[in-house]
């Protein structure tokens, strides 16, 4: 994450028409940092694409949950650890396998109760079996992409 300058917000949203800025609030969240890999592409692939093809999943993960923290949400994201012989393990006990990345939680006078279950994918990732799984038996499972950042759906869904 990169803290951008007023200039470069002012610039991002105006580059992404279907993001709205917040109004009234001093700290606008930070942008996930501009990409390097943006200079020398082809002209014929939109900037939209570049930047989200070169997107990680750990930067969309923390720009969502910075951005849900500024809307007043609950925010669960469980990390794996690193082992002693180099793989990575997330500490689970039953069904745990295929989880989602993020849970979001928060209640509103105006709306009740709020839940999202949110796995996390770089544009071209998919998903495992046991994720899969997990979606099939839930009501607010989403995939969220880099693609719904810039689109600004997801902003939409964290301000409703």
């Known amino acids: 994450m990169a803290n ?4 470069d917000i002012a610039k991002y949203y105006a580059d992404h028409p279907g993001l709205v800025r917040p109004q009234g609030k001093e700290n606008t969240p930070t942008m996930p940092a501009k990409p390097t890999s943006v200079r020398g592409q082809a002209q014929n692939k939109g900037t939209q694409t570049i930047i989200a093809e ?3 999943e750990q930067q969309l993960c923390d ?3 910075e951005l849900a923290h500024y809307y007043g949400w609950l925010v669960a994201h469980f990390r794996p650890a690193l082992l002693k012989n180099g793989t990575y393990r997330t ?3 039953g069904d745990g396998k295929g989880f989602y990345d993020i849970i979001l939680k928060r209640y509103t006078p105006e709306n009740g109760y709020q839940w999202r279950e949110w796995e996390l994918k770089s544009e071209k ?3 495992t079996e046991a994720q899969e799984e ?3 038996v839930s009501l607010f499972a989403e995939v969220i992409r880099p693609s719904d950042w810039l689109s600004g759906a997801i902003q939409k869904s964290l301000d409703k």
């Open 134 to 136: 997990w979606q099939k």
């Open 63 to 65: 720009a969502v949950i």
């Open 125 to 127: 990732g998919k998903l």
């Open 54 to 56: 070169s997107m990680s």
């Open 91 to 93: 500490a689970v006990q």
């Open 4 to 7: 951008w300058r007023e200039e």
